[in-house]
């Protein structure tokens, strides 16, 4: 306790600039996500003027290539793509570490088969593989994610089986064995604890993967499907209009853009403070 | 450079080597709080004429290794030398700038670090690597300084001398890399050798060997040396004076026979009349706590036998201590014993129970009576867990302990090991190196265990915090009436503590019974050597060492 709380308090309050900026763009997306019914100017498809309106103070982006507002659409299609990425990315976490750290702890032929069946999803390009997948399945958003979900498991299970392979191998893991305790403890309470910080650092750029991988798929028409807004889907309707110097495709894309910036400014922070592998408190 | 000692006739006279008052500081950055600065080494000032020997001894953190760093003009990972001179042959090296510190290192002055097989480049054979500084700075051509290091090679005692520089630095033992490394630092015909730990990586029989001949290859190369150790009695062998640091500051500076035979500071003297614990050995009892019979083990399926056909009792609230150097199957035998490493025959019995073979069969209560204290304190304990979980886990666990009667319970040991209450929230981080141990002592003993494994658990710690947790070990035998079985390669601990002593070599018990028994002699072979191996705080010791030794060492 000598180990003063008050300048750490301090320290937890100075946020750097670059995470303060990824905060700010995170709650903004956050905000339109969660209330889009409320502070969307219009309904999701509803045609309002012209095809590819420029801006102006009645429609602050424009409308988009069948005449709906622009900025309403931003609005939902935050909602559809942070819900669908999130979720996603909590499927592939919540999967690929458990199972990557059960095959670490437990070894042998469980480890054993485990990584070469993740070997072999992992040998399929993930697009291509979700685009078999996708167009056999029905096009809804929970098949949606369970397909994102455990295709980046994949990944997060290499992570975090590597980790934990590491972590295994350390006395302490060692003394809770001898000691008797049960896998999950030395799963939950030894392990987990100190493969957090390489976890964090791969959650944001999961997500942001995600967020990339459901935009692509999108694009190809195999994601959300119309009139349901998505940023991926939304760039591929007003693509067209590039061609004509009409920038609408170009707005959802720097939202895209700006989502994964700002995911990954503040995964970085979060990783600083904690990346102290020795350090119970971690570093500033 | 020549000219500029050349035009100074009056620093021929001078010592080779002066440092004075030296500080050495480093900035720290602590989360949220300002740049700390923290003082390395304060005022330290030194002389070491030609072909002289000083050692530098002190506990971590003294500052030892800063100084011999800095008679190179060298700081390791952000210390900066705010103050003082470094004067070598009467000149400043650090008032040269970076081209003349070039020119110092590895050529005036060289350095042999204490893990050889960490300062080897893997890749590049030898020979390459003991005439890369000779050739660097054109002392000699490939050639001269081939055949110097062969010579060099055959001064240190290593077999092959001419061929060895063909090997690579994995294809050779710990104990030659590090006596290759010394003719590394010998090739360039240097004017002083800095020595950091050349030997603390080094098993005690090996030990033997590599000071023996850093000491013959000082003797015979005349060059002068800066020796540094946290080992009294390594340093008393090869030494001519010997400084005492502690926290950045000298404590005593003098000739090695006046630090050993009549230290002066108080600090001096404790290091000195270290290991000297009261212990009175306890005679056998007839039945044992625990009994291995007849063990053989090994890895890769018995491909590799590491333990072939031990046999050893612990008696009841007694010490057996387990003696060896590193490859002759000591941890493998606790680990046997944990149920890590199921053996392939032979039997454990543990109060009058038989253990299976399998950790994943034992009992509970097992498990809780036979409990385990690792060498290295700081990856035994989880870094994410306080010191109140970790000594607090194993209550909730065995006895189902949980709220206050818990906590109070936590500080009850932690008052026995030595701790206040104010240690419950800490992190592992946040504690000392002997710290550390106690909480892993209190750890064990909160299992209210009838045998403690012990695993080498002060050979990481500095000679006088070793010296404290022996002592509660042997403080908490006596209240708690726990048996240890203690594991180690340092006969001084051994002498401290044990009621008997099992020797063993290359997987076998050689020498096992009563300690005033097994330390009588005649001593067979190799228990003779691992005695005359343990250095003692005496003068001459190494050469009447070397004279009596009827074996080799293993080498390991």
């Known amino acids: 306790m000598s180990v003063s709380s008050a300048p750490l308090a301090k320290g937890r309050r100075r946020i750097p600039i670059g995470a303060a900026i990824g905060l700010f763009f995170i709650g903004l997306f956050l905000f339109a996500a969660t209330f889009a019914p409320l502070i969307s100017p219009h309904p999701l498809g509803e045609i309002v003027g012209d095809v590819w309106m420029p801006m102006s103070g009645e429609h602050w982006f424009g409308t988009d290539n069948l005449g709906r507002d622009l900025l309403s659409r931003m609005i939902y299609g935050a909602r559809t793509t942070i819900l669908i990425a999130a979720a996603a990315t909590a499927l592939s976490f919540t999967l690929g570490s458990i199972l990557g750290f059960t095959a670490a702890v437990v070894g042998g032929w469980f480890d054993m088969t485990m990584s070469r069946f993740v070997d072999l999803l992992m040998s399929i390009p993930t697009l291509i593989f979700g685009l078999v997948v996708l167009s056999v399945l029905p096009s809804n958003v929970v098949t949606l994610i369970l397909v994102m979900g455990t295709l980046d498991s994949t990944r997060v299970y290499r992570l975090s089986r590597a980790v934990a392979a590491d972590i295994n191998a350390m006395d302490f893991v060692e003394a809770a064995k001898l000691r008797g305790e049960d896998r999950a403890w030395i799963i939950f309470r030894e392990i987990l604890p100190n493969a957090l910080s390489p976890l964090v650092s791969e959650l944001g750029l999961r997500f942001i993967f995600a967020v990339l991988f459901l935009s692509a798929l999108s694009f190809l028409g195999l994601g959300v499907q119309p009139p349901q807004a998505d940023w991926g889907g939304m760039v591929k309707e007003n693509k067209d209009g590039i061609v004509f110097g009409i920038s609408a495709a170009l707005i959802p894309a720097g939202a895209i853009a700006a989502l994964a910036i700002s995911v990954n400014l503040v995964a970085d922070w979060i990783l600083n403070r904690t990346t102290s592998l020795r350090g119970g408190r971690g570093n500033a | 450079m020549p000219k500029a000692v050349m035009k100074r006739p009056h620093d021929e006279s001078c010592s080779l080597l002066e440092i004075r008052k030296l500080r050495i500081e480093a900035t720290s950055y602590s989360p949220g709080g300002a740049p700390q600065n923290t003082v390395i080494v304060d005022d330290v000032s030194l002389k070491l004429e030609k072909g002289r020997v000083l050692g530098l001894i002190g506990e971590s953190g003294a500052g030892k290794s800063t100084i011999g760093l800095a008679s190179m003009g060298y700081g390791r990972g952000g210390v900066r030398i705010t103050g003082g001179e470094v004067l070598l042959n009467g000149r400043n090296i650090l008032a040269g700038g970076v081209q003349g510190l070039r020119k110092v290192r590895g050529n005036k002055v060289c350095y042999v670090a204490q893990s050889a097989a960490a300062a080897f480049n893997p890749a590049l054979r030898l020979m390459e690597q003991v005439i890369e500084s000779a050739l660097l700075h054109r002392v000699a051509t490939r050639a001269e300084a081939e055949r110097r290091a062969m010579a060099l090679f055959k001064k240190l005692g290593l077999p092959n001398p001419e061929t060895i520089g063909r ?338 070599y290359r997987g076998k018990v050689v020498r096992y019974g009563p300690k005033t028994e097994v330390l009588t002699p005649p001593f067979d072979a190799y228990t003779d050597l691992l005695l005359s191996s343990a250095p003692e705080i005496e003068l001459g010791w190494l050469e009447n060492a070397i004279k009596g030794r009827r074996m080799e060492s293993a080498g390991n």
């Open chain 2, 167 to 504: 090997r690579y630095p994995h294809q050779v033992s710990g104990g030659q890399l590090q006596r290759v490394m010394t003719a590394m630092a010998l090739c360039s015909e240097p004017d002083l050798i800095v020595f950091d730990e050349p030997t603390t990586a080094l098993d005690v029989t090996t030990q033997i060997d590599v000071l023996a001949a850093i000491k013959d290859a000082i003797r015979d190369t005349g060059v002068a040396a800066l020796y540094i150790t946290h080992d009294l009695a390594v340093v008393a062998q090869v030494s001519d004076e010997i400084m005492v640091l502690r926290h950045g500051k000298m404590v005593e500076h003098g000739e090695t026979r006046q630090i050993i035979e009549a230290p002066r500071m108080d600090y001096t003297k404790a290091l000195v009349s270290i290991r000297s614990i009261e212990h009175e050995e306890k005679k056998p009892t007839t039945k044992p706590l625990l009994s291995v019979r007849n063990i053989i083990a090994g890895y890769g399926g018995g491909a590799v036998k590491v333990l072939q056909d031990v046999s050893v009792d612990v008696r009841p609230g007694q010490t057996l201590a387990v003696v060896g150097e590193s490859g002759s199957g000591k941890s493998t035998l606790a680990r046997v014993i944990t149920g890590l490493l199921p053996p392939l025959s032979g039997s454990i019995t543990f109060a009058g129970r038989t253990l299976t073979p399998r950790l994943a069969d034992r009992s509970r209560d097992d498990l809780r009576e036979l409990q385990m204290i690792y060498q290295m304190a700081d990856v035994a304990m989880n870094p994410r867990q306080t010191v109140g979980t970790i000594i607090g886990r194993p209550l909730e666990f065995y006895f189902g302990m949980r709220g206050c009667e818990r906590n109070a319970r936590v500080a009850e040991l932690l008052e026995e090991i030595e701790m206040g209450k104010g240690f419950v929230d800490r992190y592992p981080a946040e504690l000392s190196g002997g710290q550390k141990q106690r909480v892993c002592i209190a750890r064990a003993l909160a299992a209210k265990p009838k045998l403690i494994i012990c695993d080498e658990v002060t050979s990481a710690l500095d000679p006088l915090v070793a010296d404290g947790i022996l002592k509660l070990l042997l403080r908490l035998q006596k209240i708690e009436e726990v048996a240890y079985l203690f594991i180690t390669h340092d006969l001084a601990t051994v002498k401290a503590i044990a009621d008997s002593i099992a020797v063993m």
